[in-house]
């Protein structure tokens, strides 16, 4: 079965400070690849997704992510956060193209906390 | 448009009585998922519906879930017979499968507290 890992559970910061979130997954396949965001009481939403082409994908509110095929890692970045930022964020994979199984295999999550 | 909805949004219960949780998919979406979302088990999959195809249930912890989706639209999830452990909050995905992969869109969940 796939899995996923995020490594941070928990990451504080200072406003402008740049981030980075850590996700790797194991599965030898094609995979799709997705960050979610949950904003504190609100549900999940879409923060990014790779399904092809460029590595590097950009998403909402200045994230991007880089798919590093041979490191099976998908870190999430902003080069400058923001208090609005603070949320937890989940990395997220499931079977590429082709597949009948779409369900999605979820990290631990991290909580990011930013400081004013 | 819409997105997918869910109800009702809290459910307070207790111990040993039935319960059933809806999800109203975004229209046209022919892919339908529940998962679980816990502190200590993080996000779970519970069960997934494709079009007309027999449902994926692989994911449900115990006989004690169900799950059905009628005519390719509504969802109902039934935990019967409830416990302690099944109190989480219980989220409801849709999908339309698109040429390069599909993408997952949630709802705000039912927030289930087994007393």
């Known amino acids: 079965a796939q899995s996923v890992s995020q490594h941070n559970h928990h990451v504080i910061l200072s406003e402008a400070a740049s981030l980075e979130l850590g996700c790797n997954y194991s599965?030898?396949?094609?995979?799709?690849l997705f960050w979610y965001v949950q904003y504190p009481g609100q549900h999940l939403q879409l923060l990014l997704k790779y399904f092809s082409g460029d590595p590097l994908v950009k998403g909402i509110k200045g994230f991007e992510a880089e798919f590093i095929k041979s490191k099976f890692s998908f870190n999430l970045r902003k080069p400058s956060v923001q208090w609005s930022d603070t949320a937890e964020y989940f990395c997220?994979?499931?079977?590429?193209?082709?597949?009948?199984?779409?369900?999605?295999?979820f990290g631990r999550g991290t909580q990011l906390t930013v400081w004013p | 448009g819409a997105g997918v909805s869910q109800s009702p949004s809290n459910k307070v219960t207790e111990k040993g009585k039935d319960v059933e949780l809806r999800c109203d998919p975004i229209?046209?979406?022919?892919?339908l998922y529940w998962y679980r979302q816990s502190l200590g088990q993080g996000l779970e999959f519970l069960i997934y519906f494709q079009g007309n195809s027999a449902p994926d249930k692989s994911g449900l912890p115990s006989d004690r879930f169900s799950a059905e989706r009628t005519g390719g639209s509504v969802s109902t999830l039934t935990i019967q017979r409830t416990q302690q452990e099944d109190s989480a909050v219980y989220l409801c995905a849709s999908s339309s499968r698109g040429a390069s992969g599909e993408t997952q869109y949630f709802g705000p969940g039912t927030r289930l507290l087994v007393l």
């Open positions: 997220a994979v499931n079977a590429g193209r082709g597949s009948t199984l779409g369900r999605l295999y």
């Open positions: 229209s046209g979406h022919t892919a």
């Open positions: 599965y030898g396949g094609t995979v799709n």
